[in-house]
């Protein structure tokens, strides 16, 4: 053998020599000298009664080893106090004990373990972070009873019989918010008697834990408030919401706890039920950053679930049973925390019995299935919550309603919605809007939508009452379609505008009654191109009596029925840019009565010109043709001098309107031409001719007419109340040729008549005044022969308080004034007057001649004192007897 081999045998036999002594020496050295070296150089006293170190290797089996903390007191440091039974450590770091003050090791086993561990003070983040002394990748924990307490002796953490393998555990060295105390990636685990504080607020128990080939059973799972819900709404009145939950049943797969994310796949929750305090308080936006956790659940099943979120009077404000969810894909974390759903998904399946809401509304749903595709409702109802009854309260049940969902998303805090259809089946009920609704003034704020699409929604044997301010709108029998809904925010930030493509509506017996009315059609029926109404009627509620004392000042009363009413065109009713373009509006056999009583005061508004409130229509309006066919237009209006109402007939009404419009519409007529035929007082027939421009501002107008053939007697009803006079013959031919605006009206006025007789009536329109009659008769010229000429009627002035048929009727009133009654009954009364003036005169002179043959002295400035009338018919005295 040659001498180098034998020496690096000899040497090498002195190293190993040597290292087997200084193991051997070493062991002997840690049984007898290491717990006092650990307690003179680390923070905790150790004992133990057996310990075997291998020095080449690291590992170390140790057995009844006990370890306290030497300053119990200083929280800066962990503080450990307890037991164990056995510990046999892998790869023991025996430098870094030494030197760093710091235990690590790959593996780690400890038997039988009762420890209580008091976490370090958070560290103060300006002065650097504080490294943990402890430092395991691995460890196997059996038969454990682990507590974990803050630095301010409140219990962190606490594990009953805990038996665990853990594979990459770490533990956190302080007590940071948001961070998890303990994370791993691999785990088995098994053990009863689990508690966690959350914060201040709660505390998370749990009875056993089991796992089994990688699945993970958990029994009795609790999040318990550490407050009642009064000492939460004291101690934390900025907070909104104290949460409850206890779940008997949960199990999951392939749990993984990192230092932020939690994730765990075929999650299943039995029977859980969730309560929810609300304290009504709005939690006011903080710039804190949000919470770092990251959750990532691969499948999350609620069934049997119970949600109750309660009001803080403790009444329900959401109750629900049988609840059932299935998330796919599930995910938190900060990005998807910004969202208005705080959370992702792939996909989810809801479902639920029995599920009640309530604001100041109170809705109850038999049954309801959801998930991002469809949705279905089934037996819902809606009733008023007594309790706290807003503006608007709605009764209504619905037995069905469905539908497909094409887009359900949510990007940048903004809804992107788009569905497919929805059906609404059998919905029944009333939904009351009061008249006391405060306008506030809207302040812009971002909307929430980014877009809403609706692309079809039905509604089926529906009968719905709307009554806003007590005036309810019935719809019986309702079907209706509206197709390409669109809701979108506005520019300035100001809500929502809403689209309506198209719509098609169907209603029966269709009533709306207001204060004075009961408005009704027999059929509606209504799409964006065409509308029939039939049966429309429109009846008074009251008397005319009863009105006269309800109306302040004076109002028309009407009584109005149409048999149909047709219109072609296209109009848009719901969306931003409303406008009204009809083709051809007919209205069949209408019969109109109007009654006015000038009893009432009048109303000192304003009366404006057709013209004009043509114009004030907010919306571009275009009807190129209006035709009223085979109608009657009854109009009735009394004084409290006349003895019953004037009335005008007019009967086999026919109205043609042309280019009847707002003056809203660009390049269309603003012209309105009105032509009428009709037979006046059922006796003649009359015409008239009407225009003027809705665009011309000074509200210029010209109406014509001509009736003829029209017996005296037919305007007696209108000119006997007002004039106390009445007319018997014929008046051939009437024309008259006005031309107005908002302050009066001028043109001319011819009139034709044959065998006319006037009468004056006394005040009472009772007893015909015969002196006056006979002599107003005797200026009369009873033939005019041919038509004469016409008259001017000049500066007829309009009372801006009336309306414009109250100025026509001063036009036509001036030319009878003129033509037929003024001028005669002027001339009779001249007349008259004469006479009386003259027999006065004799009278006077006979009294005076009588008093000087007496001898009295006669005063010129005596007047008579008796009537001339009463004198007149007095009968004579006998002369007295000598």
């Given amino acids: 053998m040659k001498k180098w081999v034998e020496k690096l045998l000899f040497g090498l036999g002195v190293f190993f020599a040597v290292l087997l002594l200084a193991n051997f020496g070493l062991n002997i050295w840690l049984k007898t000298q290491l717990p006092k070296y650990i307690k003179d150089n680390t923070d905790y006293r150790v004992s133990y009664k057996t310990l075997d170190v291998d020095l080449g290797t690291g590992n170390i089996f140790s057995t009844g080893i006990s370890v306290n903390s030497k300053t119990p007191q200083n929280s800066n440091i962990l503080g450990v106090q307890g037991t164990i039974d056995t510990l046999k450590i892998n790869r023991f770091g025996i430098y870094d004990a030494l030197f760093n003050k710091r235990i690590s090791s790959s593996d780690i086993l400890l038997a039988g373990p009762n420890l209580n561990i008091i976490l370090a003070k958070p560290t103060d983040k300006k002065k650097g972070k504080k490294e943990n002394p402890f430092l395991f990748e691995n460890i196997k924990i059996s038969k454990g009873k682990i507590n974990v307490f803050r630095h301010t002796k409140q219990k962190l953490l606490s594990i009953q019989q805990l038996n665990l393998s853990v594979e990459n555990l770490q533990m956190a060295d302080e007590s940071e918010e948001n961070k998890l105390p303990i994370v791993f990636d691999k785990y088995d685990i098994k053990g009863k008697g689990f508690f966690f504080r959350v914060n201040n607020v709660y505390a998370l128990t749990i009875n056993e834990i089991k796992t089994s080939n990688q699945q993970v059973r958990v029994e009795n799972f609790n999040l318990i408030p ?38 765990l796949s075929k999650a299943s929750f039995q029977n859980p039920v969730l309560t929810i305090y609300n304290t009504n308080v709005v939690a006011e936006k903080k710039s804190t950053k ?86 279905e409702l089934r037996n819902v109802s809606v ?72 692309r079809k929604v039905t509604l089926k044997n529906s009968n719905i009452t709307y009554d806003k301010g007590g005036e ?19 520019p300035n930030n100001l809500g929502n505008t809403i689209n309506v493509k198209d719509y098609f509506l169907t209603t029966k017996n269709f009533v709306y009654k207001t204060q004075f009315y009961n408005l009704s059609v027999g059929l509606l029926k209504l799409n964006k191109n065409k509308a029939q109404i039939n049966n429309f009627a429109m009846k008074p509620l009251v008397s005319r009596a009863q009105f006269i004392k309800m109306i302040p000042v004076e109002k028309d009363l009407y009584d109005i029925k149409a048999n149909q009413i047709m219109a072609e065109g296209n109009w848009d009713l719901f969306s931003q840019n409303k406008f009204i373009r009809a083709s051809n509006v007919t209205i069949q056999s209408a019969d ?28 571009p309006m275009q009807i190129n ?86 017996p ?34 001028g043109g001319t006025f011819n009139l034709k008549h044959k065998d006319l007789k006037v009468a004056i009536l006394d005040k009472n329109n009772q007893e015909k005044k015969g002196v006056l009659t006979a002599i107003a008769n005797l200026v009369v010229r009873s033939d005019s022969g041919n038509l004469p000429e016409a008259v001017d009627v000049e500066d007829v ?44 005169d004799v009278k006077q002179s006979v009294k005076d001649l009588k008093k000087e043959i007496k001898g009295d002295k006669v005063s010129k400035e005596e007047k008579p004192k008796k009537g001339f009338m009463k004198g007149w018919f007095k009968k004579k005295e006998k002369p007295e007897t000598e």
């Fill in 226 to 263: 550490l407050l009642s819900f009064e000492q939460f709404k004291r101690f934390y009145p900025q907070k909104a919401k104290l949460f409850q939950c206890n779940i008997p049943e949960m199990e999951f797969k392939d749990i993984a706890l990192k230092k932020n994310p939690v994730s």
């Fill in 592 to 619: 109109a009565n109007i009654f006015r009583s000038k009893i009432p005061k009048d109303d000192p508004k304003e009366k404006p010109l057709y013209s004009r409130m043509l114009r004030s229509i907010k919306i």
């Fill in 383 to 454: 009733t008023p919550n007594q309790s706290n009854l807003g503006r608007r309260s709605i009764g209504l049940k619905v037995n069905h309603a469905v539908f497909n969902i094409n887009t359900l998303d949510f990007a940048n805090k903004k809804l992107n919605l788009d569905i497919k259809d929805v059906l609404v089946d059998h919905a029944n009920g009333i939904i009351k809007i009061g008249d006391s609704e405060k306008k506030v003034k809207k302040t812009p704020r971002e909307s929430r939508i980014e877009f809403v699409l609706v």
């Fill in 625 to 710: 043709n209006l035709d009223l066919k085979n109608s009657v237009l009854v109009y009735e209006e009394d004084t409290p001098e006349s003895a019953g109402p004037g009335k005008l007939t007019f009967s086999n009404f026919n109205m043609n309107v042309k280019n009847l419009n707002s003056a809203k519409m660009k390049g269309e007529p603003t012209r309105v031409d009105i032509k009428i035929d009709c037979s006046f007082m059922k006796l003649a027939p009359l015409s008239v001719n009407w225009n003027f421009d809705v665009a011309n501002q000074n509200d210029v107008f010209n109406i014509s007419g001509k009736a003829v053939n029209l």
């Fill in 712 to 745: 005296a007697e037919g305007i007696n009803p209108f000119i006997r109340p007002y004039l106390h006079v009445t007319a018997k013959g014929m008046i051939q031919e009437m024309l008259f040729n006005f031309k107005g605006n908002p302050t009066s009206l």
């Fill in 290 to 375: 949000l919470l770092n956790y990251e959750i990532n659940l691969d499948n999350i099943n609620l069934n049997n679930a119970t949600i109750q979120v309660l009001k803080p009077d403790g009444s329900n404000s959401l109750f629900a049973k049988n609840f059932k969810l299935n998330i796919d894909e599930l995910k938190y974390n900060k990005k998807t925390s910004e969202e208005v759903i705080p959370f992702g998904y792939k996909d989810f399946q809801f479902s639920g019995n029995n599920i009640l809401y309530s604001n100041h509304q109170n809705f109850a749903i038999g049954n309801i299935v959801f998930n991002p595709k469809r949705g």
């Fill in 797 to 840: 002035k309009r009372d801006p308080t009336k309306s414009f048929f109250n100025l026509f009727w001063k036009g036509i009133e001036q030319g009878l004034k003129k033509t037929l009654i003024g001028i005669n009954v002027d001339k009779a009364k001249k007349t008259v007057d004469n006479t009386v003036s003259a027999v006065k």
């Fill in 472 to 490: 309810p709108l019935v719809f019986n029998d309702l079907n209706a379609t509206l197709n390409d809904i669109k809701i979108a925010p506005k």
